[in-house]
């Protein structure tokens, strides 16, 4: 059986990071999970939302309105709406993690991306609870 005189000597961490110490951040597991957990929650309520959406198609406004003001169908379409747009602002902050070279478009495109998903969720929930309250 041969073996290979490289192998107990193969280190991945370049010699200023050995003597550094620096490793992994760590801090993938927590993003990685919480993609999973929302895109797994929101299997069950997209088809929800399908469905009621299909349901709905040429209702009169007053229909939909009074569906929209149930309460198990605004909490509903309020996590809906909670999800998605966490979900979305997480999926877009790692594409411009692993995409933009210049750390200040990086940062930028965060904060922009997280404002902007911030500003569409309120938008859609305040609209959800006008109708709801």
């Known amino acids: 059986m041969a073996t290979n005189e490289h192998t107990a000597e193969t280190v991945l961490r370049s010699p200023l990071g050995r003597v550094r110490g620096l490793g ?9 999970w919480l993609q999973r957990v929302t895109s797994i929650a ?7 939302f399908a469905l009621a959406a299909a349901s709905l198609a040429g209702a009169s406004y007053i229909d939909t309105v009074a569906w929209i003001g149930r309460p198990w169908n605004a909490v509903l379409l309020l996590a809906t709406i ?14 411009m993690e692993d995409y933009a070279n210049v750390e200040w ?25 006008k109708i709801a309250v």
């Open 24 to 32: 992994s951040a760590k801090g993938g597991t927590h993003h990685w």
């Open 105 to 129: 478009v990086k940062v930028g495109g965060i904060l922009a991306i997280k404002a902007i998903c911030m500003m569409l969720a309120l938008a859609s929930a305040l609209a959800v609870l």
């Open 82 to 95: 909670g999800l998605t747009f966490h979900h979305t602002a997480s999926g877009l902050q790692v594409v």
């Open 42 to 48: 929101l299997l069950p309520l997209t088809i929800w």
